[in-house]
Structures are given as C-alpha cells and as structure tokens.
C-alpha cells in the first residue's frame, strides 16, 4: 500500500523576539559576571581595611599578610568548591 498524505496548510509564524542564547552561553556569561563583580569586594576591602587597622594599631606587614592568606586561601580552595559543585550537580 502506498498512503499519501496531503502537506499542511499552516500559516508561517513570524517571532519578532531576537533569538535566546542556549543554555551553555547562558551559564558561561553568568559565570563570567560573578567573575568580574566578585574581586569588586575585596577592591572594596583594601581600600577601607588598612587604615581601620592603621587605626587599631596594626602594622601593614600584618595587613600585608591578611590579604595574602586570604587569596591563598582562595587560590586552594576553589577547586575543592568546584568538585563539591559538580557532585552536587
């Protein structure tokens, strides 16, 4: 048996909205801004936090090791975050 089936008349739709970005841009540019906004903060903190602790008495070797701990600290737990992230799901 050979069945033909007649091509449907259905009217072309025109979306005027410009077109989404897939979901995988989606994250990279999510990923991207908390990139970019998140050292803002410790920007914010060097400014503020030498001369409070000029102001209490603390040296600026000390102020120096405090920011230097605090990117080490970072620095070596980030890929711990991000394994926990990705078990997570």
């Known amino acids: 048996l050979i069945c033909a089936m007649e091509p449907l008349n259905v009217p072309a739709v025109k979306d005027e909205s410009p077109p989404a970005l897939p979901q995988r841009n989606r994250i990279f540019a999510l990923i991207s801004i908390v990139h970019f906004f ?17 102001e209490r008495g603390v040296d600026a070797i000390t102020v120096g090791w405090i920011f230097g701990v605090f990117e080490l600290t970072v620095v070596f737990f980030t890929p711990l975050a991000l394994s926990m992230i990705q078990r997570a799901g």
Request: aromatic share 18%; glycine share 6%; net charge negative.
């Open 38 to 54: 998140g050292p803002l903060s410790y920007t914010i903190l060097s400014v503020f936090f030498p001369k409070e602790a000029d």
